[in-house]
């Protein structure tokens, strides 16, 4: 994250998330696990939901480049895309957000993805933080379980490829994941 408080103020305020860890990160190994220019120091802060031991981890560095991992880049390019959210009231939180000064690519629309075909949401993507689209679904069918809060669980992490077959031999065939 550019900005430890800016992104503290829409994760753990706006979202709801707790903070469950914070630390000061060893400088020389963040420059050598990262690959940073000595002195690079680096700040962690890992959030949770209460709904699921999903954890979200925040890292600021010091310096920083200035630049948006995904600066000048379209949503149709390849790499990591977003991080999605659950939340109660789609129109609710899209009113909340852009009076807040939050952009949207979309305006809340319905969506029913084909490979799950009794599964229907209402779906928008916000620019968060940092420039990072976080979607936000409202699950419509099947009924979600009630929400407590206006954002729920982390629904997913996106990420656009390039080669399906060569990150599927990835995911599925060396990590082990599953195709659902």
């Known amino acids: 994250v550019r900005d430890m408080d800016e992104s503290l ?13 914070e630390q000061e990160l060893d ?3 963040v420059q050598q696990l990262w690959n940073l220019p000595e002195g690079t120091k680096a700040k962690a802060v890992l959030l949770k939901n209460e709904d699921q031991p999903t954890l979200l981890e925040l890292i600021q560095f010091d310096p920083h480049s200035g630049k948006f991992i995904r600066e000048g880049a379209e949503t149709w390019d390849h790499g990591i895309y977003d991080i999605a959210f659950t939340v109660k009231d789609l129109e609710k939180t899209y009113e909340q957000l852009t009076g807040r000064g939050f952009t949207f690519l979309t305006q809340p629309m319905l969506y029913s993805p084909t490979f799950f075909p009794d599964f229907h949401v209402k779906f928008s993507i916000c620019l968060g933080p940092n420039k990072m689209p976080i979607p936000h679904i409202q ?27 060569e990150a599927l031999r990835f995911y599925r065939d060396l990590l082990g994941l599953t195709v659902v």
């Open 139 to 165: 699950p419509i069918t099947p009924p979600p379980p009630e929400m407590k809060r206006e954002y729920g669980r982390i629904m997913d992490s996106a990420q656009m490829v390039e080669d399906m077959e």
């Open 27 to 29: 400088a020389e190994k």
């Open 9 to 21: 103020v829409f994760y753990r305020d706006i979202v709801g998330m707790t903070i469950v860890a």
